[in-house]
């Protein structure tokens, strides 16, 4: 049984870290080790783009759609969703109006519920579920049974979303992040996005024709040099610098039938970029 | 517009990648309800202290309901430091840590509504947070976690897996969203010292300093988690971190009156 510690006025129970600072820098990294325990280091995130593929409507998502159910027997797989356009405008009329910064990220979300449920309406008789925000532990029922979850993206940051940095208006943790985290905390090691371009390039090459593809990347040389558009959120990144466990992410072309199915078998379509040394 | 391109809803960000960079947009955000008392009550500090240091902190707090809308957030404590050490022995990650020690402070909070119910004292959920007008309409004195919801989605620490963002934190972003000012701090020291009292007899107290300024003389250990300095900086509505010594009685009242006791944190 654990002991009860008196005497200073408190009541403490005996553990390594009673009595502790948690601010204390030195007791803090008194928790750190080179290993961590991962939950389901077997299971794959699928996120599907908002603008580049849900906004595109049929003839972008029956394709995709009937590609993710015939990879369903083939794979444990997490989808995730993103808001699209809607997500822009909401954000567009919020800051007009001055809603402060908590309160546009606790509006958006819905705009990306909106789209997993027209996702689960198209997948649920291949075995769909939208889950709950964090009903984590029933996914092994849900994978084990060949589902096919689909989550919310945008992390619960919500009228709680730190302060943007400085000269920066939006919200900073949104669906990218929300489904990276979403995978790290559950020791998964790859995400695939799916968008509507071959992965990253130089700049945008919806403007500039002269960007320049890239096949592979690293995080180390993205956080060296990022591009100043990029196809995800920039937060991804900084949260992935300190992750242990999603060593890859890859970013694939929705709009070419085919690529998922490729990336999830393991082949380096599109862009894939990689953590080269796992931190410790 | 053809078939399969994408359907855009037209508005200043339909272009936009949305990762950034967007200063020149005309935002001036709107204070919800600047006129809120942010409170939080600590955990190691006041909770784990039990009866003693707690009932006369009520009194304090009951005596200025009239006067104030008191919303009170809870810390967890060394249940919650119990469970940091076993989560972080078995090497879980940040995220479970996170939504593991998050159910300290709700216990935390649940104990105060029922010491506090004969005075309208309600537990509220994350989720009620669009509630309030009606709490403090109704002369409630709301009580929710100092934990943000962040849980699952805390981001993993450097050096470390203690989550970064904890009950402080959530007292900071709860007073910047509403538009408040100042948020109060109820400890039982006496505010910032140069080094931890408890440890330290000669430690320093700093009645006065700025975000930046304590951020660069890097100390070892900090009355507040390090993340919220960092937030205070580039704080829009809640400039000033006030830490106070619940245990010495009329502090409370004092901070709430706008006194400068304990110590002050202010973005600089």
Partial sequence: ?280 | MSEGERRVISSALSQSAMTGGNESFDYSPVAMMPDVKVIKIGGQSIMDRGREALFPILDELVAVRQQYKLLLNCGGGTRARHVYAIASDLEFPTGLLAALGGYVPRQNARMIQMLLAKHGGLFMMHDDFEKLPLYFALGCIPIMTGMPPFGYWEKPTENGRIPQHRTDAGVFLSAEVLGCKRALFIKDEEGLFEDDPKKNKNARHIPRIGAKELLKMDLPDLVLERIVIEYLARARFCTELQIVNGLTRGNITRALAGEDVGTIIYKD
């Avoid at chain 1, 080790?33 to 580049?52: K, N, Y």
């Avoid at chain 1, 992040?177 to 090459?205: I, N, Q, S």
């Fill in chain 1, 1 to 280: 049984m654990s002991k009860l510690v008196t005497g200073d006025g408190r009541t403490h129970i005996a553990s390594a870290l009673m009595r502790e600072s948690l601010v204390d820098k030195k007791v803090v990294a008194r928790t750190q080790s080179d290993r961590e325990f991962e939950i389901m280091p077997d299971v794959a995130l699928v996120s599907v783009g908002g603008q580049s593929i849900f906004d595109r409507g049929k003839s972008a998502l029956l394709p995709l759609v009937a590609e993710l159910a015939s990879l369903r027997s083939k794979h444990k797989l997490v989808i995730g969703v993103g808001g699209g356009t809607r997500v822009r405008h909401t954000v567009s009329v919020a800051l007009d109006l001055g809603i402060p910064t908590g309160g546009i990220a606790q509006l958006v979300g819905a705009m990306e519920e909106c789209n997993a449920v027209f996702l689960n309406a198209l997948l649920a008789k291949q075995g769909s579920i939208v889950m709950q925000r964090e009903h984590f532990w029933e996914l092994p029922l849900y994978l084990d049974n060949g589902m096919l979850p689909i989550v919310i993206s945008v992390p619960p940051y919500h009228f709680w979303e730190p302060p943007p940095p400085e000269g920066d208006v939006l919200p900073t943790h949104g669906s990218d992040f929300g489904l990276f985290m979403l995978a790290e905390v559950l020791g998964m090691r790859r995400m695939v996005f799916v968008k509507d371009e071959d992965g990253l390039y130089t700049a945008d090459p919806k403007k500039d024709p002269n960007a320049k593809h890239i096949p592979h990347t690293t995080l180390e040389a993205l956080l060296e040099k990022m591009p100043d558009e990029m196809i995800i959120d920039k937060q991804l990144f900084g949260a992935w610098r300190t992750a242990r466990h999603v060593r890859e992410v890859q970013i694939v072309n929705g709009l070419k039938p085919g690529q998922l199915t490729r990336a999830l078998a393991g082949e380096r379509v599109g862009t894939v970029i990689e953590k080269e040394t796992r931190s410790s």
